[in-house]
């Protein structure tokens, strides 16, 4: 089975800072996709950022970029120039890609994340 | 505007009350999906569906129970048999190219359950 771990329950930046979030992940599977989700306390889930396993460019989105690292199964995720918008519950996430998997989510539990002013 | 909608936002019971939770979407996706999230545990997920008339349990099934008889319905009843149903449920959905529900999953706004 699959397993997501997010080891930084709460994490601050100062605004305009960059900050790094961690996440490791266990699987035995070679194709499946990796996500961050940001929850801001609307409670609205958001895409932030996706990567395909096979490819070996980190995915960027404007100030977000990952560095993913599949030998260590490792997945973080930069925020640069951070903003008080980025205030938010951050949710590393995987998903194999397979038929009868459905496009299930597997989720880490979680890092809250402030920016301050 | 396209996008799911999940009613009421908040929604309180009596224990031993079954309750059915509402996911509707307009976006013509194939699959859609139902996560529980508590307090430090992220989300995990309930049912999902892949097609009409169609559906899986997921990794907390227990004392769940859904239906999909229409594409842009998927309603989520918690039974009196789930022992701790207090909680976040976020509804989901995404596009289904073949066989394989694509990869990005696009959430409704939740409704927070209270069960006393």
């Known amino acids: 089975a699959q397993t997501v771990t997010q080891s930084q329950p709460e994490m601050s930046v100062q605004e305009a800072e960059t900050v790094t979030l961690s996440c490791t992940y266990d699987t035995s599977e070679n194709n499946y996709y990796l996500f961050w989700y940001k929850q801001p306390p609307s409670r609205q889930m958001i895409l932030v950022i996706r990567q395909e396993a096979y490819k070996q460019q980190n995915a960027t989105e404007n100030r977000f970029s990952v560095n993913f690292q599949k030998a260590a199964k490792s997945f973080s995720l930069k925020i640069s120039d951070s903003q008080l918008g980025d205030t938010a519950m951050y949710f590393c996430a995987f998903m194999k890609r397979a038929y009868n998997q459905g496009g299930k989510l597997i989720f880490g539990q979680g890092t809250e994340l402030s920016v301050k002013p | 505007d396209g996008g799911i909608t999940q009613s009421p936002k908040y929604l309180f019971r009596k224990e031993g009350q079954n309750v059915t939770l509402s996911c509707e979407q307009n976006?013509?996706?194939?699959?859609m999906y139902w996560y529980r999230q508590d307090p430090g545990q992220g989300l995990r997920l309930i049912y999902y569906?892949?097609?009409?008339?169609?559906?899986q349990k997921g990794d907390i099934a227990e004392g769940y129970s859904v239906s999909r008889e229409k594409k842009e319905s998927f309603p989520l009843t918690v039974t009196s048999a789930q022992k701790n149903p207090t909680a976040f449920y976020l509804c989901?959905?995404?596009?289904?190219?073949?066989?394989?529900?694509?990869?990005?999953?696009?959430f409704g706004p939740g409704t927070r359950l209270t069960v006393t």
């Open positions: 989901a959905s995404s596009i289904r190219e073949g066989t394989v529900p694509t990869y990005e999953q696009y």
């Open positions: 976006l013509n996706h194939d699959a």
């Open positions: 569906s892949q097609i009409v008339n169609d559906f």
